[in-house]
């Protein structure tokens, strides 16, 4: 196996990568992603009139809830020390948008959380206002930005002005 995998070790293993050594730094990482639905279950939401309460409320606090829990979904991720978890939501044509910012101080990165963060939001909207409309479509699930670390700092080039 190469030695540039870094969650394989030379046996064809799959490992968890040793932070050990690295530096702390300020991390930060956004994603977004968004779910189609139709107009009456959009209204509703919007409305606050879902038939099992506050929509995105309830997203919002699964989305947190899940990047804090990353690694209990994900075999090679570290547990980490999130600072912070916001999860914002904003209404499209047809969908609405949730986008998820995690940041620490740490020697790993905060993307999957992000990410993670996003999909559950998500999926809990799915959950929430399915009696409404079960054909809700999720995509677009990506990484935004992310800072710190050896990479610095990225930004997805769709999103660069």
């Known amino acids: 196996m190469s030695k540039s995998l870094t969650h394989i070790d030379l046996d064809g293993t799959a490992r968890m990568v040793d932070v050990g050594a690295k530096a702390e730094t300020p991390r930060l990482a956004v994603a ?31 989305g947190i809830m899940a990047a804090k829990r990353t690694s209990d979904l ?10 912070s978890v916001n999860v914002d ?11 998820a910012t995690a940041s620490l101080t740490g020697k790993t990165g905060v993307e999957i959380e992000a990410i993670t963060a996003t999909s559950i939001a998500l999926l809990t909207i799915y959950d929430m206002a ?3 409309d079960k054909g809700m479509v999720i995509g677009d699930i ?17 999103c660069q002005a």
């Not at 139709?38 to 997203?59: E, S």
């Not at 499209?92 to 948008?97: N, T, Y």
């Open 32 to 62: 977004s992603g968004r779910i189609t639905m139709t107009r009456k279950a959009l209204a509703a939401i919007r409305a606050g009139d879902a038939p099992k309460g506050d929509v995105l409320g309830t997203a919002r606090i699964a």
């Open 74 to 83: 994900i075999p090679m991720c570290h547990p980490l020390m999130i600072d």
């Open 89 to 99: 939501f904003a209404f499209e044509e047809g969908a609405i948008r949730a986008t």
């Open 130 to 132: 399915k009696a409404l």
């Open 142 to 158: 990506r990484l935004i930005e992310k800072r710190g670390g050896k990479s610095g700092h990225w930004v997805a080039e769709s």
